[in-house]
């Protein structure tokens, strides 16, 4: 499994933006797809998931402003983000929970920069 993002940018407080993320591969052992984000010099943290039975979680920071979505064929992930602040600048990575022949592990994507200015 790979995984390819895109989108970001720079964005005004306020604004909208929207990331994707392309799952290359077999998507069979993927339990979930999410994005977390890190900025420099602090531990990457979770942003929102969504399962493959469809369950969605969001970080309480996100909560009301970030919707994640995703295509029907699992193969794509979306981030869109609403009502942007500046302390959600950071770099975004898309995330896949694998689970494969009884071993959990994470696959992350290329990050890609989100930039919010006040």
């Known amino acids: 499994v790979q995984l390819q993002a895109s989108g970001g940018g720079l964005a005004q407080a306020g604004g909208s933006l929207r990331l994707s993320c392309v799952v290359e591969?077999?998507?069979?052992?993927?339990?979930?797809l999410g994005w977390y984000r890190q900025v420099p010099g602090k531990h990457r943290v979770f942003v929102a998931h969504?399962?493959?039975?469809?369950?969605?979680n969001y970080a309480d920071a996100v909560k009301g402003r970030f919707t994640i979505s995703r295509n029907s064929a699992k193969t794509t992930v979306s981030l869109q983000m609403d009502s942007l602040k500046p302390e959600d600048t950071a770099v975004y990575f898309c995330?896949?929970?694998?689970?494969?022949?009884?071993?959990?592990?994470?696959?992350w994507g290329q990050g890609t920069l989100v930039t919010v200015s006040s």
């Open positions: 591969g077999s998507i069979s052992n993927i339990n979930a």
């Open positions: 995330n896949a929970d694998v689970q494969e022949n009884g071993f959990l592990y994470d696959v």
């Open positions: 969504i399962t493959t039975g469809g369950l969605i």
